[in-house]
C-alpha cells in the first residue's frame, strides 16, 4: 500500500468521525433531568422533609426556616408526586403534586408555606 493510499485512508475515517461525532451532538443526545428546589417559608423548621416522584424519592432530615434544598433527578416512569413533612409542632403533613412523564426535564419547586406547599414546575 501507498503512502498517498493511506494517507486518503486516514482522511476518510478521520471526516467519517468527524461527521458522526458532529451527528450525535446536533441531534441532542443528552439525559433529561429535573432539577428540584424545596423551599421552606413556613416560618419556622421542619423536619423528615420528603418528595416522591414516579419511582423514587429524596428527601432531608431538618430544613430551616427559609432555607432551600436543591435536588437533582431524572424521571424514571410516569406518575404523582408528594411531599410530606412534620413541623415543629410535630404535626405531619402531606400535599400531593402534578404528574410527571419519564423524559420529561426542567426545574421543579416545592414551596412549604406552613400547613400547605405551592408547586411551581416548568417541564417539557
Known sequence: ???QRLMRIIKSIT????????????????????EADVKNASG????LVEVDYPSASFGK???????????????????????????SKQVNHSVSGPSLNEGQEGTLVV???????????ELH
Not at 419556622?44 to 423536619?47: A, D, E, K, Q, T
Open 61 to 87: 432530615d431538618v430544613l430551616r426556616s427559609g432555607a432551600v434544598y436543591h435536588y437533582r433527578f431524572k424521571i424514571l416512569g410516569d406518575g404523582p408526586t408528594k411531599i410530606l413533612w412534620t413541623d
Open 15 to 34: 471526516f467519517s468521525f468527524a461527521v458522526a461525532s458532529a451527528t450525535i451532538g446536533i441531534s441532542g443526545c443528552h439525559s433529561h433531568f429535573v
Open 44 to 47: 419556622s423548621p421542619v423536619s
Open 111 to 121: 414551596t412549604i408555606t406552613g400547613p400547605t406547599a405551592v408547586w411551581q414546575t
Open 1 to 3: 500500500m501507498t503512502n
